[in-house]
């Protein structure tokens, strides 16, 4: 389609809206939404060990869970899913040396074997699609493998009932106060005195169990249904945890007073991602771009150098006494500092990303962007860096959940489509047109384009002819597709090769299963 914008005249975002009968309307947004809410915890010493205990049993289950898999397709040529690695769980906590296992929370180690059953339908997906010819080997996913104990990816995992949210009563609009967690108690013994008869001023001491909560602190306190709670370590000593809950969408705020939602300012605005600008909008807007890594390049490579010299004189040490050292103090010292760069990086581009979207999502009814392959634009080493800092996937994530949210419609333009070099007043399409020509002359009209906001306009009028052709997207809920191959439950079959591996389940000799993976262990 072609637009009429005279001679050397470059189009505008109301002459691509003018061209266009009809747009798409404001949806009805849903009355409950899936939303979350994330907490700044603060553990004492027992509960952090506890925490790191737990994360190791789910370390643990992970790596029994690849080792019968691995031995029932050597065997059998077929897996083992959630249902009949999770039903080993109660016979594995009953073993001799195996107790540990019950110290966490019960639906912890079932969610390791769905995150399980979800890599293998992960694979056999893949493997679908290469035998349909629509991917390539190298790009389909592996087989899963061990974890280690130094990975810190670790996470906790409670069921609604497994948590109790207590709210502080003197500053109710805050979201602060306090949570208690499952297997917390500590045991206290208080004394009372005698007050008369033979035993009188002699001491009664008695034992209560108590369970012990942990204060925390967030942005915002969940209203809705609680379906699930997740705790991580968000760097050394900085623990979190992410309720997710179901409530309607959430209100402006401003000054702890709900306002409400700004009418959008146009139908339809299309969005072009870049480097030089992290966002081009249609209207000729930009947005400059964070950088915060490249801002703390230089505070992060001096630290990073710091850690690696006190590393290596500990390398030095350990191999001139054929002994191995522990990290020194300094050690540990420098690479905290390391990770709480890295966290500060990593909030900071959140809050930048959350900014653009929102007032994106608010400002328009279409919002219109182009589908980017952002892993096969990192494979330019030049480039790379800066592709990853500006965090092109969370901002199309942001954007795609936000308007389903707000009764927006959001359009993802075909990656493949040469916004760029195509001319948005008459259609001519470039043959070559390198990533330095920022500006460049239409030889078909003679219109001078500004290369991102040439593509912001084409993205805008591709996107809402897409919106057009495929009608209102209905806004419905996802649906978990963890155990989504219903083969039955063969519990025998798994447990078999459990004990070929391993001995007798119901015995003694469950035990040695702590030393099939050396380099694993809970702690």
Not at 124 to 146: N, W
Not at 181 to 202: A, F, I, Y
Not at 426 to 436: A, F, G, I, M, R
Request: net charge positive; hydrophobic share 35%; aromatic share 6%.
């Amino acid at each position: 389609m072609s637009l009429d914008a005279g001679p050397n005249q470059a189009l505008t975002e109301a002459d691509v809206l003018a061209s266009f009968p009809a747009l798409p309307q404001l949806m009805q947004a849903p009355e409950v939404v899936s939303q979350a809410a994330v907490f700044r915890i603060y553990p004492n010493k027992r509960q952090k060990e506890a925490f790191r205990q737990w994360i190791g049993a789910g370390r643990w289950v992970w790596n029994r869970c690849v080792e019968i898999n691995q031995h029932l397709y050597d065997v059998e040529k077929r897996f083992a899913f959630h249902g009949e690695l999770s039903s080993l769980l109660p016979q594995m906590k009953k073993a001799n040396g195996l107790e540990w296992l019950a110290q966490p929370p019960a639906i912890h180690l079932v969610d390791i074997c769905r995150r399980f059953d979800t890599a293998l339908n992960k694979i056999l997906a893949d493997r679908r699609k290469i035998r349909a010819g629509g991917m390539k080997q190298k790009k389909a996913a592996g087989f899963p493998k061990f974890k280690k104990k130094r990975d810190r990816q670790g996470s906790i995992y409670l069921a609604p009932s497994c948590i109790k949210l207590i709210r502080r009563e003197a500053s109710p609009t805050a979201a602060r106060g306090w949570v208690e967690l499952p297997n917390m108690d500590q045991t206290e013994v208080w004394k009372k005195e005698v007050k008369s008869g033979p035993r009188k001023g002699q001491f009664n001491y008695f034992e209560k169990k108590r369970r012990y909560s942990i204060r925390i602190r967030g942005s915002r306190w969940p209203e809705g249904k609680i379906r699930s709670a997740t705790i991580r370590e968000d760097g050394p000593d900085v623990w979190v945890m992410s309720v997710q809950f179901d409530a309607p969408p959430p209100k402006l705020r401003r000054r702890g007073e709900d306002i409400p939602v700004p009418e959008p300012e146009v139908a339809a605005r299309g969005y072009d991602l870049g480097l030089s600008a992290a966002v081009i909008g249609s209207d000729g807007e930009k947005v400059a771009p964070g950088r915060h890594l490249r801002k703390s390049l230089k505070k992060l490579r001096r630290i990073q150098r710091k850690s690696a010299r006190r590393r290596q004189r500990r390398l030095e040490l350990s191999t001139k006494q054929a002994a191995r050292l522990p990290r020194s103090k300094g050690e540990r010292l420098a690479y905290e500092q390391e990770a709480r760069v890295h966290r500060q990086v990593r909030h900071a581009r959140t809050d930048f990303l959350h900014k653009i979207t929102s007032r994106a999502i608010a400002k328009s009814v279409v919002i219109c962007a182009e589908d980017l392959n952002v892993s096969g634009m990192k494979q330019n080493s030049k480039l790379a860096l800066s592709i990853s800092d500006a965090g092109m996937g969370e901002l199309l994530r942001q954007l795609d959940y936000k308007a389903s949210r707000s009764g927006r419609h959001f359009v993802k333009v075909d990656r493949w489509a040469p916004s760029s070099k195509t001319c948005s007043a008459c259609d001519h399409k470039l043959d070559e047109l390198s990533l330095k020509t920022r500006r460049w002359t239409c030889p078909s009209c003679g219109c001078e384009h500004d290369r991102d906001e040439n593509a912001a306009l084409n993205i805008l009028r591709w996107g809402l002819e897409e919106a057009l052709r495929r009608g209102t997207p209905e806004v419905t809920s996802g649906e978990s597709r963890a155990l989504a191959r219903g083969k039955g439950l063969r519990r025998n079959s798994a447990r078999k090769a459990l004990e070929e591996r391993t001995g007798n389940i119901d015995t003694d000799e469950m035990s040695c299963l702590n030393t099939l993976a050396p380099h694993d262990s809970v702690q």
